[in-house]
């Protein structure tokens, strides 16, 4: 077959029916627009040899490159509504720069504007995590499962757009960066330095993001001002999907294993290995609670207010009910699901 330029087509790139002239021709949306899941796109394999770089289904003459350390089994990183997240994730974009009403953040109080400085400085520190781990693993994914790395980018760069949003408004009335815990770099660490993808998944995507997730609420409740406010809606936004993922890729992986709660078991492993990062073993770290009290309280005067305190600890009410609900929702037994939630609890001196 040729091509009518002369060349002979490259063997690794042919389409998976190279006997034939045409493919199936893809259907456009109503719109316009071309999506993925429109494509005849070769089935996703349960899983593929560690070699090889070229999405699925194309053929090829030669041996292919090995690529050790690569992680090949669908089971491991894939979610059924990865497709939706996808779109969903290049739709919602946003810009640090111009899309938050900054000059509404002005002229907030000293007291409100540093315990605000706390909390951010503080998941700051967490949003890290959050950006290194999906660029960490990225270039493991075998491109048998693109969806997955397209996925992941989107994360890197929303976690990118935190950390920039997040330094904006900190700086933004001249307070600043404020002191860091020694027990949240720990705790961080111990998750930077998982290199199972399907664990790191779970503590970042599952347990922290879930709990950053309702954090974002809480802090859309209690904002000080309207551009922090603004800054909480979206990134709840960016959040909700990334928790989309981690809940999708664990019932995918629980749904494959016919004893789910051993994995429950293998991540319960994960969590104690962390607990040993972790000086300080507590929920959310002592100074952070009282800095969310001072802003649920408002601007009533010096301190934590009564009315402040009692919202964050309802709060922290809210995150484990919620953190065990997304663990009966993936898959896992009401014994193993209770067991895992009591332990990130203590390990969660950093709730990544
Ligand atoms: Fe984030
Ligand atoms: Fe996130």
Redesign the pocket.
Known sequence: MTRGDGKEPDAAVAPADAGAADGPVPRLEADGSLLLSNLPLAPVPAEVEAEGIMFRGARRTHPAPGLPGTITRRDLVWADNLHELIERAKRRQWNAATDIPWAEGRGVGVELERALADVLTW?LQ??YA??YVPAKFLGRIHPAYTEVGLFLSTQVM??A???EVFLKRLYLNGVGLREVAASTESSIKGLLMQEDFARASFLLHVLG?GT?KDLFHLLIEIAPDEATRQIMVR?LE??AR?VAYGVGRLRTQLAAERDPDAVGQAFVDALEARLAFTYEVSGLPRHVQEALAILAGGERGPGATAPGRERVRRFVDELNRNRKERLLQAGFSERVAENISQLHIRSAGGLM
């Open positions: 998941m967490q949003e959050a950006w929303d976690e757009r935190h950390v993001e950053f990134s960016d959040e990334h």
